[in-house]
Each structure stands twice: as structure tokens, then as C-alpha cells.
T-cell receptor
């Protein structure tokens, strides 16, 4: 079985400061990891993914995430937060074999204060 | 190009009625997924289609839920005899193939309210 944990319901950060949104996962095989963002009354938008290769992956809007196999984590980061980054962020995982659908975390609300 | 579209955007129904939700995937995408997002919750997988293969129905919560995908494109999710706990946002997603490397592209969702 696969699972994802996002331990923080909400993260508050001041504009211009670095931000981190945490995600840990559990899978039997090798993980494929994804981050999505959801703005109010909108569907989910893809930010980035880790499939294989470099542990640091870069995505849209200046976001990046670091895959850490030993800690089974895939934290989302951005060096300098913008007010417009305020949204709901979801981490998702699936194994390289098995069920094709993604398993999502419960989401973390990011609030960037001006 | 056009993204994933869903209709209606909002649906209010009375308990016990049947509802149909529609999803138009991105053209050329062979994989289609339905998820449910309840208030304050993450996304719950419902059903998955890949080409002409038998769908993966393992996420459907009860036999009141069913889905079809006609001609490998448009999909309809049907909920029979709706209950108040069915109230949620129903999201559809599509991807190029079922390969796990491909990200899924989501539609805006249908907000279902069962009174």
C-alpha cells in the first residue's frame, strides 16, 4: 500500500523569505512523486515531479523539491516566497508498479504574508 | 490547447436522486481518472480508465457509483440514489498514458451538493 503524509495543515511565511512544505511517503517499490497546487475554486495544477535521476527537481513558478530516499521525504521549497504563492499544496505518490492512480496527502495551506 | 473540462461546474440535488457528471479529457490522452475531494480532505481516488482496458474501479465507495468512458474519450460518472455524504468536489484528470512518469492534468471539478 502507498501513503503520503503532509504533517502541517498550514504554513505561514513572510514574503521574500524561503518556504518549505513537508511531505513524507510510504511505498513498497520505487516512488514517483508529484507536487500539485490548488488555488481557490480551481482544479489542481501540476508543479513538479520526481521520477528518477537528480534528487533536486525544479518546477513551475520557481518551486523545487528534494527527494530524500533514506528519509522517504519530498519536501517542496522556494527560495523567496510571493504573496501569490498562497494556495493549497498537495503531495502525491505512486509506485513504479501497481495501481496507476495517485495517492494524495491531505494538503498544506500556504499563507504568505506581505 | 484546451485542458480538461468538466460539466456541470456546480450541481445541487436532492437526496435520493441520480446525478451524472461529465469529463472531457485532453485530446490524445489515453488515461482518465476520477477523484473526489471532500471539504478539508485530500483527494480520494475513485476510478481509472486506460484505453480499451478494463477500468480500475477499486476506489469506488459503493455500488451506487459507476463510470463509463465512451470511445476512449469522454467519461461520465454516475451516482445513483445520492446521499448527503456524497457532497464533494469531483475532479477528473487525464494523462498521456497510464505510465506513472506522466503527470495528470486536472479539470476544474464539479461541486456536488446533496440536500
Amino acid at each position: 500500500a502507498q501513503s503520503v503524509a503532509q504533517p502541517e495543515d498550514q504554513v505561514n511565511v513572510a514574503e521574500g523569505n524561503p518556504l518549505t512544505v513537508k511531505c513524507t511517503y510510504s511505498v513498497s517499490g520505487n516512488p514517483y512523486l508529484f507536487w500539485y497546487v490548488q488555488y481557490p475554486n480551481r482544479g489542481l495544477q501540476f508543479l513538479l515531479k520526481y521520477i528518477t535521476g537528480d534528487n533536486l527537481v525544479k518546477g513551475s513558478y520557481g518551486f523545487e523539491a528534494e527527494f530524500n530516499k533514506s528519509q522517504t521525504s519530498f519536501h517542496l521549497k522556494k527560495p523567496s516566497a510571493l504573496v501569490s504563492d498562497s494556495a493549497l499544496y498537495f503531495c502525491a505518490v505512486r509506485e513504479d508498479t501497481g495501481r496507476r492512480a495517485l495517492t494524495f496527502g491531505s494538503g498544506t495551506r500556504l499563507q504568505v504574508q506581505p | 490547447g484546451a485542458g480538461v473540462s468538466q460539466s456541470p461546474s456546480n450541481k445541487v440535488t436532492e437526496k435520493g436522486k441520480d446525478v451524472e457528471l461529465r469529463c472531457d479529457p485532453i485530446s490524445g490522452h489515453t488515461a482518465l481518472y476520477w477523484y473526489r475531494q471532500s471539504l478539508g480532505q485530500g483527494l480520494e481516488f475513485l476510478i481509472y480508465f486506460q484505453g480499451n482496458s478494463a477500468p480500475d474501479k477499486s476506489g469506488l465507495p459503493s455500488d451506487r457509483f459507476s463510470a463509463e468512458r465512451t470511445g476512449g474519450s469522454v467519461s461520465t460518472l454516475t451516482i445513483q440514489r445520492t446521499q448527503q455524504e456524497d457532497s464533494a468536489v469531483y475532479l477528473c484528470a487525464s494523462s498521456l498514458s497510464s505510465g506513472g512518469r506522466n503527470e495528470q492534468f486536472f479539470g476544474p471539478g464539479t461541486r456536488l451538493t446533496v440536500l
